[in-house]
């Protein structure tokens, strides 16, 4: 890499509960589950953990519960080597939580209390206005309140820091104000909901994109799975292919593709280059379970990339 990227985050941190069972109980049932597994989750703290160990320097935005899990939270973001200091305790109410209940067949049910996540807000935004305008990129993600996310967006375009929106979960947005965004990062199904038309194809991706540029938007990266990445902006359209690999689990693979994305192109890479680093990051995320310890270190990436791309 050519530079030390800085990447600041303002975003969403939650605990993931997920319960292994046979078969989901009947109402009024009490039945016992096979496994559990706590994880650490939620978006903006799956694409801090990326970008971290992509080798940036990372500061996290966010807020957490005054419960068990907000002081498990922020250890696990000084283990990462993540900047803490505008990561608050927020009194009286719970941190984001995700119970997942799977079944033998694999179906899942999925609950997600936002808690703190909801209670981050502008004047939590300026009171890291000194971190943030470090930044080479800020990064924002759609689990807190929509308000902070367009204040950031703001925040960084009239101060000329870079910065990218992943918008998801899913939703319509004001194209106007997302559009103070540099890049804008969906997925298929993301980017259905933004433009208002099916994403199941690569000319679907860039009939959506295309829509999205006239609505506003400066420059979108539509993410493809096992079909790469398109990106579209500024009169240019390019499709950057993908990397194959078996999947094990693809959970947390777009938020590998945001992380990753930030410190490649902050690094000095070309927006190309950046786009097929981040396609193999994100492959390589799905060949172990989980979210966050699915995520390579710079070393082993490096050593993939370089085998891969001769």
């Not at 922020?74 to 990462?80: G, V």
């Not at 943030?132 to 820091?161: H, K, M, N």
């Amino acid at each position: 890499m050519n530079q030390v990227a800085r990447i600041a985050v303002v975003g969403s941190a939650n605990i993931d509960l997920t319960t292994f069972t046979d078969a989901f109980p009947r109402p009024g049932e009490t039945i016992f589950g096979r496994e559990f597994h706590l994880g650490f989750g939620g978006k903006g703290a799956n694409q801090a953990a990326a970008a971290r160990l992509c080798g940036a320097e990372v500061a996290m935005v966010a807020r957490v519960g005054d419960d068990l899990f907000g002081p498990a939270t922020i250890e696990n973001f000084y283990r990462l080597g993540i900047d803490t200091s505008h990561v608050a305790l927020t009194s009286g109410v719970s941190s984001g939580v995700a119970p997942i209940f799977v079944d033998s067949a694999g179906q899942n049910r999925i609950f997600v209390v936002k808690g703190a996540n909801d209670r981050l807000s502008p004047a939590d935004v300026d009171a890291a206005a000194e971190v943030l305008s470090r930044a080479d990129f800020i990064v924002l993600q759609l689990e807190i309140p929509l308000e902070t996310v367009y204040y950031t967006l703001r925040f960084a375009r009239e101060r000329g820091i870079r910065s990218i929106l992943n918008p998801a979960p899913g939703q319509p947005l004001d194209l106007g104000q997302a559009g103070n965004a540099d890049y804008v990062i969906p997925n298929e199904t993301e980017a259905e909901a933004l433009g208002g038309m099916p994403v199941r194809t690569v000319d679907d991706a860039r009939a959506c994109a295309r829509r999205l540029i006239g609505g506003g938007l400066r420059r979108v990266i539509v993410t493809l799975g096992a079909n790469g990445a398109l990106c579209v902006g500024d009169g240019e359209e390019r499709h950057v292919p993908p990397f194959k690999v078996d999947p094990v689990d693809t959970t947390g693979a777009g938020d590998a593709f945001i992380g990753s994305f930030a410190v490649f192109l902050a690094s000095g890479f070309g927006e190309r280059e950046a786009i097929a680093r981040s396609n193999l990051y994100a492959a390589l995320s799905t060949l172990r379970p989980g979210t966050q310890k699915s995520f390579l270190a710079i070393s082993p990436f490096e050593a993939e990339w370089s085998r891969r791309s001769a």
